[in-house]
């Protein structure tokens, strides 16, 4: 059971800094009065270790970052380590499955360097660990990256490169009696000779394979639109390097017997049966999906998956299917891949794994059996700023049926996937949370990750929070706030706000996470700009952009590319914090490509939209600035904002930027003590914003 203790905490200012009233869980122990730095400036994080009822773990072994600590006899663990950006916390004792939970310093520093409860989920005879992630590909951008970024991929180092890739997410794949990915791309040395007659085609080395056994991975699912990219003789090659590594595979074939076989494996005494289809053939001849005569992937058609799951619930084979549907970027699967996918169920299925939409969608418990609308992307090279945030999926089986499931949040930064960790841990959660209870699941929560449970057992009960504004501020970020709990109530003394929610469409907007993992955010222009990561000042956390100023210098800091996924007619706000020596003079622009443009075009020679300008003297230390604009009702297909600074002073002078945040309003203003019509964008909060700057506390109700 998963219950939280009702609590208030304060939100001091802009960096979110925590101070708790009550003792809460939900708001993981902010209030401790021990100080978590000790005078050699080494950190103390402390937390507690449960079984699934709650019952405290003892002398369980913690390894953070290499160094080894025990639960004590009440499972609490307190542990002086010296401060990392990231810290990798890995759990294990006898008779437990082991977990590794990974977190940064500046999300632990908001919570007084304390950890939520963490379970670990007991060995029993008979139980399976799986884990599944989205789709995967390493080719086209990795080898030939855009916007002036690092190539991930280089001709003579593919065997390196690629497992470079994959390297954060082995220690969590590695954990697992079976993991499987939708290998969403042909695998062949050199790009094969017929190239099916459409507009986005892939193929990926053969060290891709390699990479993926190395990581842990146990199975590929090629049914998907993809596979028959370059038609017979990519379909070929792919399988040719298929059968030379240890990977399994189902879900494509050179005819449609042999893509709608399944791959059987016993796991702990299980027979288990591993089916994957794509939901449409193709708009081109010849299509994507196998027939008699022809290659191709495993249509999934509904007579294909009643006939299919069928045979392998008749032969008492534990079923697995994942299928490749529904529209790109969507919140909700279409309703054809949701019946198919309860059909298959119906038909003696005992889970059901989706993917395409290459963004997450929710999950569905569904005659006791779990479904997984979407899982995102895994592996992809797509620099969309909506499609980064995916997961990893645990479950664990008792036989056929469903014990367990856990979310691990991941994001995709510069294509590699990596814990998500802050601001991304909340936005991954978040959406996942909210969509799913659309359809009746709630996600329970143990340490940085959601957990689902066969019957919901979350009880929540309330907390609060208290903004106090600073100067002008009109705009909060919400991310150091729980992410399992629903706003309920927005009230204060100050009479005459009104409030709207918003969510936030850049990523890594406060620069704490940049560089971690050994890769780059590539979302910012940093890489075509005179700015630079630096931990000289900031704001949030230890880390913003630097840019040196010559006289009159003009440089520009922005959005690498357009964001594509968006609400036309929408009012946005651009919220910062700037700092500089003298005076300056910026401009904030919006940039869009039109409907007709060519990307190429577009990104280089598109207009540039001046929404305000406005100038500062370096007089401030931090200043905060908000600037507000609406996004085009029609004619445009994705848009980016920038901010072009100015040296009015004449001579040197340094410029600091720290979170930069785009805000899509998800709701018109309400009034205090009134929520507005409820959508999964305001439900997805991570922006509060008021009228005018409060002159009052500003109390924030969740439950």
């Keep these: 059971m998963f219950k939280f203790q009702q609590s208030k905490i304060i939100i001091m200012n802009k960096n979110l800094l925590l101070t708790c009233i009550a003792l809460s869980l939900a708001i993981v122990s902010a209030c401790k009065t021990v100080s978590a730095i000790d005078e050699t400036g080494k950190v103390n994080i402390t937390g507690s270790l449960v079984n699934e009822q709650q019952q405290a773990l003892k002398n369980v072994k913690l390894v953070i970052n290499g160094q080894s600590f025990n639960t004590d006899s009440n499972g609490n ?8 950006d990231i810290y990798s916390l890995k759990f294990s004792t006898n008779n437990y499955y082991t977990a590794i939970q990974t977190f940064s310093h500046y999300e632990l520093t908001q919570q007084n360097m304390n950890i939520q409860p963490i379970e670990l989920v007991q060995k029993v005879k008979g139980r399976t660990l799986f884990a599944f992630g989205g789709d995967v590909m390493m080719g086209r951008r990795f080898a030939k990256p855009k916007f002036d970024n690092a190539v991930i991929i280089e001709a003579d180092s593919k065997a390196q490169d690629t497992k470079s890739i994959v390297e954060h997410m082995r220690p969590y794949m590695s954990l697992a009696d079976m993991a499987a990915v939708n290998l969403e791309t042909q695998i062949s040395h050199t790009q094969p000779s017929e190239r099916a007659p459409k507009s986005v085609t892939f193929y990926s080395p053969p060290e891709t394979l390699t990479a993926l056994e190395w990581a842990g991975i146990d199975f590929v699912t090629l049914g998907n639109n993809h596979t028959y990219d370059y038609m017979d003789s990519g379909l070929k090659s792919t399988l040719k390097y298929l059968e ?68 392998e619930a008749a032969d008492k084979q534990a079923t697995i299917v994942q299928y490749h549907g529904s529209l790109e970027y969507k919140t909700e699967p279409t309703l054809v891949t949701e019946q198919r996918l309860k059909t298959a169920i119906d038909s003696g299925a005992d889970m059901a794994i989706a993917h395409h939409p290459h963004v997450t969608q929710g999950f569905e418990i569904y005659n006791d059996k779990l479904i997984a609308y979407s899982m995102g992307n895994f592996i992809f090279d797509q620099y969309f700023y909506s499609t980064p945030h995916s997961f990893v999926l645990y479950v664990w089986m008792d036989g056929d049926k469903l014990h367990r499931a856990e979310v691990v949040p991941v994001y995709l930064k510069g294509y590699k996937p990596t814990p998500a960790t802050g601001m991304h841990r909340y ?132 959005m690498t590319n357009f964001r594509r996924v968006y609400n036309p007619s929408s009012p946005m706000t651009i919220s910062t914090n700037i700092k500089v020596d003298s005076d300056t003079k910026i401009n904030f622009y919006w940039q869009g490509r039109k409907t007709r443009d060519k990307f190429s075009y577009a990104i280089k020679s598109a207009k540039k939209h001046l929404i305000e300008t406005l100038t500062l003297d370096g007089s401030e230390d931090w200043t905060n600035l908000e600037v507000a604009f609406n996004t085009q009702r029609v004619g445009y297909r994705s848009f980016r904002i920038l901010l072009e600074i100015e040296d009015l002073s004449g001579n040197k002078n340094t410029v600091y930027l720290d979170d930069v945040n785009l805000v899509e309003w998800q709701s018109a203003y309400s009034k205090l003590n009134n929520m507005p019509v409820a959508n999964d964008g305001n439900k997805q909060a991570s922006f509060i914003g008021f009228n005018t700057m409060p002159q009052s506390d500003i109390n924030i109700s969740y439950k």
């Design 77 to 84: 663990y307190s542990a002086w380590v010296s401060p990392e």
């Design 427 to 558: 936005t991954v959660l978040k959406r996942l949370d909210q969509l799913s209870q659309k359809r009746g699941v709630k996600l329970g929560v143990s340490g940085g990750h959601g957990v689902i449970t066969p019957i919901n057992s979350f009880i929540a009960s309330k907390s609060e929070i208290t903004l106090k504004a600073i100067k002008e501020q009109t705009v909060f970020p919400l991310y150091h706030t729980q992410w399992q709990q629903n706003i309920i109530n927005v009230s204060s003394d100050d009479k005459d706000l009104t409030y709207r929610l918003g969510v936030n469409l850049v990523n890594g907007s406060d620069f704490e996470s940049f560089g971690t993992f050994n890769t780059n955010e590539r979302g910012w222009n940093i890489d075509q700009s005179g700015f630079n990561i630096t931990t000289e000042s900031a704001v949030s956390g230890k880390k913003s952009v630097k840019a040196e100023l010559k006289s009159r210098q003009i440089e520009t800091f922005g």
């Design 244 to 311: 030379k590594s240890v990977l399994n595979y189902a879900g494509a074939g050179i005819n449609k017997k042999q893509a709608l076989k399944a791959h059987r494996q016993n796991l702990n005494g299980t027979d288990y049966a591993f089916l994957g289809y794509v939901g449409w053939e193709g708009g081109f001849t010849p299509n994507q999906t196998a027939s008699h005569d022809k290659g191709g992937a495993a249509f999934g058609s509904m007579q294909n998956i009643v006939d299919s799951v069928s045979r």
